[in-house]
């Protein structure tokens, strides 16, 4: 009778253990699924949903830890399935993030190093806010909100890929704009759309968008490098016409546009808004 009690609870024990174990196993299937070829074109990873902490505390901990914005982010993200509201990074350590990147993640390093690049190119060549910071007038204040996808009707209903830093004093070609990193430029002129606008190409292959500009800082011939925080123009309300040098269609502001290279798509917008948000603490002062 022991005998068999004893054996009955030995298999109630390890029927337990290997609950346990099929239910870890479970869970680390089903996050390993956010991991595929196609992830950097998914929608959680397009909307580069961080934090007003992660905002704040990102450089704090890249530098503490010695690794890229880009690096952390990547895991970051997959560890909170590309949400980070209510993330603190003081709660968040270099043995968790060395012991998720290698233990999990690692189990696919194709996909994790394409997500990796698309992360490293948005947040790795990040210096300065666009808009300096007005030393000599406290009323030239820019503000931004999220607008991602918000519906759009000139040319045809659509989703808004950008975010309008609007202008505190609506005056077009007051506020200086500046470039957010180091680049090249790849695109300049007008557009039917965007007004004039300037695209360049950052270091690690993302796509900075400027648009609405009132005009050019100077003649930029296409291949021109650009460094982080040089002047390339200044804010307006140009653009909704194919007549060239059109204005008043809208208040002043500035389009911020990124795009990145995927698998499957040259172009793949991603919400600029905590990218700004981030950038917020980067600003230039200028005497304007």
């Given at each position: 009778?022991?005998?068999?009690?004893?054996?009955?609870?030995?298999?109630?024990?390890?029927?337990?253990?290997?609950?346990?174990?099929?239910?870890?196993?479970?869970?680390?299937?089903?996050?390993?699924?956010?991991?595929?070829?196609?992830?950097?074109?998914?929608?959680?990873?397009?909307?580069?949903?961080?934090?007003?902490?992660?905002?704040?505390?990102?450089?704090?901990?890249?530098?503490?830890?010695?690794?890229?914005?880009?690096?952390?982010?990547?895991?970051?993200?997959?560890?909170?399935?590309?949400?980070?509201?209510g993330?603190?990074?003081?709660?968040?350590?270099?043995?968790?993030?060395?012991?998720?990147?290698?233990?999990?993640?690692?189990?696919?390093?194709?996909?994790?190093?394409?997500?990796?690049?698309?992360?490293?190119?948005?947040?790795?060549?990040?210096?300065?806010?666009?808009?300096?910071?007005?030393?000599?007038?406290?009323?030239?204040?820019?503000?931004?909100?999220?607008s991602?996808?918000?519906?759009?009707?000139?040319?045809?209903?659509?989703?808004?890929?950008?975010?309008?830093?609007?202008?505190?004093?609506?005056q077009?070609?007051?506020?200086?704009?500046?470039?957010m990193?180091?680049?090249?430029?790849?695109?300049?002129?007008?557009?039917?759309?965007?007004?004039?606008?300037?695209?360049?190409?950052?270091?690690?292959?993302?796509?900075?968008?400027?648009?609405?500009?009132?005009?050019?800082?100077?003649?930029?011939?296409k291949?021109?490098?650009?460094?982080?925080?040089?002047?390339?123009?200044?804010?307006?309300?140009?653009?909704?016409?194919?007549?060239?040098?059109?204005?008043?269609?809208?208040?002043?502001?500035?389009?911020?546009?990124?795009?990145?290279?995927?698998?499957?798509?040259?172009?793949?917008?991603?919400?600029?808004?905590?990218?700004?948000?981030?950038?917020?603490?980067h600003?230039?002062?200028?005497?304007?």
């Open positions: 009778m022991k005998r068999s009690l004893l054996l009955y609870l030995l298999g109630i024990f390890f029927l337990g253990i290997l609950t346990v174990m099929g239910t870890n196993s479970l869970r680390e299937y089903a996050a390993l699924s956010l991991l595929h070829d196609a992830v950097n074109e998914s929608e959680g990873f397009r909307n580069q949903w961080l934090s007003e902490e992660v905002s704040r505390e990102l450089d704090t901990f890249c530098g503490e830890q010695g690794v890229s914005r880009g690096d952390l982010l990547t895991v970051l993200m997959l560890d909170h399935r590309f949400d980070l509201t993330v603190d990074l003081k709660d968040y350590g270099k043995e968790q993030y060395s012991d998720s990147l290698n233990r999990q993640w690692g189990r696919k390093p194709e996909a994790l190093q394409a997500l990796r690049e698309s992360y490293e190119a948005i947040w790795d060549d990040l210096v300065y806010f666009p808009v300096p910071e007005s030393t000599v007038n406290e009323e030239a204040t820019v503000a931004f909100d999220n991602w996808m918000f519906e759009r009707t000139f040319g045809g209903k659509r989703g808004h890929e950008g975010t309008d830093v609007m202008a505190g004093i609506n077009r070609g007051y506020y200086p704009v500046v470039s990193t180091d680049g090249v430029i790849e695109n300049i002129g007008w557009l039917t759309k965007g007004g004039y606008r300037i695209g360049i190409r950052g270091p690690h292959g993302a796509y900075y968008y400027y648009a609405h500009l009132a005009e050019f800082a100077r003649d930029f011939p291949g021109t490098q650009v460094r982080a925080g040089e002047l390339i123009g200044y804010m307006g309300d140009t653009g909704y016409s194919e007549i060239e040098g059109t204005t008043g269609n809208f208040d002043v502001h500035l389009h911020v546009g990124i795009y990145i290279r995927t698998k499957d798509s040259p172009e793949m917008s991603v919400n600029p808004y905590w990218i700004l948000k981030y950038l917020e603490s600003k230039l002062s200028y005497a304007f």
